[in-house]
């Protein structure tokens, strides 16, 4: 079993950064495959980035591409999601997920393992 618990979120002006983290307990996270979804008002939830249990370059969606970075610290078992720009349309609730399936990543059905979420809102 893996326990995720995300913390950072919050308050944050348009244009400004926030940054997400993501402990991880009972496994060591390098070993999964592990992802940022979030889920906006009314929304489903979406892919924001992931990164493969090898460590390869995570990979985003277009619509946060070259605004969002994620990140990983394998000595504290803990991922990062760094999000400059903000945009209103990023207000979300932010999950980060955990899995060793093979399956494609940007999918949440493929995730096992999901934190309680952390709310991100951005005021314009």
């Known amino acids: 079993q893996v326990q995720l618990v995300e913390s950072g979120g919050g308050l944050v002006q348009a244009g400004g950064s926030l940054r997400l983290s993501c402990v991880a307990s009972g496994r060591t996270l390098s070993n999964y495959h592990t992802g940022w979804f979030r889920q906006g008002p009314g929304k489903e939830r979406e892919f924001v980035a992931a990164t493969t249990w090898s460590g390869g370059n995570p990979f985003y969606a277009d619509s946060v591409k070259g605004r969002f970075t994620f990140s990983r610290d394998n000595a504290k078992n803990t991922v990062y999601l760094q999000m400059n720009s903000l945009k209103p349309e990023d207000t979300a609730v932010y999950y980060c997920?955990?899995?060793?399936?093979?399956?494609?990543?940007?999918?949440?059905?493929?995730?096992?393992?999901w934190g309680q979420g952390t709310q991100v809102t951005v005021s314009s």
């Open positions: 997920a955990a899995s060793r399936r093979v399956g494609v990543l940007s999918q949440p059905g493929i995730y096992d393992y």
